[in-house]
């Protein structure tokens, strides 16, 4: 680890000069601030596949999930967002011919930022009771190392899910919204999608009448913009039809999903029901971004596959991008500082010898007034010298990076 004096200094750099490090009820999820409705279908070149990481945060035994419940979590992901779920058959008849295959397959990661083999879980147990609505200093714990939660992988890439305890009373996950990514509303480094651990895969541990999986394909679909069937906000219980379905606010902005004031929570209707009569057809109280039980959410509609699309072109274009890890440096979280990524092994008449530790590094060296002198990039692991023309000499920073790591040491020269 460099020492206190030298992260001084460092962060002196970062502050005077730009020195950048490419820096860049059921459900709590709202946005203030909703795109509008897409006007121009956002069709899908081909279907793409989203890397998940699922980061497990235990308090207890009962939070701890098993790798099996976790994979059939994926797995009614594939299945709800391929339109190849079982249960799609009880869609009523208005919606048939509305139904979407959204075209997004979702795999549990296989490598890490790093580009190790990983299993793309991450089981962290902590000692904070109720962790997913504990903040410090407008941090989410559940989301950072050092806060007693599981840091994200480079959220640009990756899919992060986090699974715990959300101890929010009756929530049972949340999505963040593009939108709440693009307005800093919510940092990049709590992007992702938050499930209650009872909630969390099919069957198993699950508790009924949750247990088939639909809580964290509902919050995928905020974490994509979808909002609920009836808007942003939750129309009163019983409101009088004439009121609140000409009101705008009780939209979500999809034409195909007729308008809705009704939650239906924790319930299972069936046949046609329709709570702003008169207009157009039923309530869509069988797609996944309504509150129904796990077993009457069976969902989406083309509509919605717009809006996702659009999103994900506007929003969310790391996730359509298959090189999208190799490049994610630094990016969506505090640069974790290390040590291990090479060695200086001498330094002498503007040139340095120097032993790479790991593939794939991207070297930056600035001088002591923050400005970049030289940069390279090195492929293998291994040693090599590297010329730097018309230095002055002094008090240098060599910067290296991978991904999310970086080491930073002085060099005089
Ligand atoms: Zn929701």
């Known amino acids: 680890m460099i020492n206190a004096q030298l992260t001084t200094k460092l962060l002196l750099l970062l502050l005077l000069f730009s020195f950048t490090i490419n820096a860049q009820g059921w459900c709590f999820s709202l946005t203030t601030n909703p795109s509008p409705e897409v006007e121009v279908t956002a069709v899908p070149v081909t279907a793409i596949t989203i890397p998940v990481v699922v980061h497990n945060v235990y308090y207890n035994d009962a939070q701890r999930l098993t790798e099996t419940q976790i994979q059939s979590q994926i797995a009614v992901l594939n299945e709800d967002f391929r339109s190849a779920n079982a249960d799609l058959d009880q869609v009523i008849n208005w919606y048939q011919n509305k139904v979407a295959d959204m075209e997004i397959n979702f795999v549990l990661a296989d490598q890490d930022p790093l580009g190790n083999p990983h299993s793309g879980i991450i089981f962290s147990p902590t000692s904070i009771d109720g962790i997913g609505n504990d903040f410090t200093n407008g941090r989410r714990n559940l989301c950072y190392d050092d806060l007693g939660g599981s840091s994200a992988w480079c959220t640009d890439c990756y899919l992060n899910i986090w699974v715990a305890d959300l101890d929010f009373s009756g929530v049972a996950g949340v999505g963040i919204f593009p939108t709440e990514i693009a307005s800093g509303e919510v940092p990049r480094a709590e992007d992702g999608v938050y499930i209650q651990y009872?909630?969390?895969?099919?069957?198993?541990?699950?508790?009924?009448?949750?247990?088939?999986?639909?809580?964290?394909?509902?919050?995928?679909?905020?974490?994509?913009?979808?909002?609920?069937?009836?808007?942003?906000?939750?129309?009163?219980?019983?409101?009088?039809?004439?009121?609140?379905c000409p009101d705008p606010v009780y939209d979500d902005l999809v034409d195909d999903t007729e308008k809705q004031t009704w939650t239906y929570a924790g319930l299972c209707p069936s046949g046609f029901q329709d709570s702003c009569p008169g207009n157009g057809g039923p309530d869509n109280y069988q797609n996944f971004m309504g509150f129904v039980e796990d077993a009457c959410a069976i969902m989406f509609t083309q509509g919605q596959k717009d809006r996702v699309w659009d999103?994900?072109?506007?929003?969310?274009?790391?996730?359509?991008?298959?090189?999208?890890?190799?490049?994610?440096?630094?990016?969506?979280?505090?640069?974790?500082?290390?040590?291990?990524?090479?060695?200086?092994?001498?330094?002498?008449?503007?040139?340095?010898?120097?032993?790479?530790?790991?593939?794939?590094?991207?070297?930056?060296?600035?001088?002591?007034?923050?400005?970049?002198?030289?940069?390279?990039?090195?492929?293998l692991a291994g040693g090599f010298t590297q010329q730097i023309s018309g230095v002055v000499s002094g008090v240098h920073f060599l910067v290296v990076q991978k991904g999310i790591l970086l080491q930073v040491r002085k060099v005089v020269l």
């Open 198 to 244: 009872d909630r969390f895969g099919r069957g198993g541990t699950a508790t009924a009448p949750y247990d088939l999986g639909r809580t964290c394909t509902h919050e995928i679909g905020h974490y994509l913009n979808l909002l609920h069937p009836w808007g942003n906000v939750s129309p009163p219980p019983n409101c009088n039809p004439s009121i609140c």
């Open 311 to 379: 999103a994900l072109q506007t929003y969310r274009p790391g996730l359509l991008n298959p090189d999208c890890i190799e490049q994610c440096v630094v990016g969506t979280k505090t640069p974790q500082q290390v040590d291990n990524l090479f060695k200086l092994i001498y330094s002498l008449h503007g040139e340095l010898t120097l032993e790479a530790l790991a593939p794939d590094l991207d070297w930056t060296l600035y001088n002591a007034l923050g400005q970049e002198v030289s940069s390279w990039r090195s492929e």
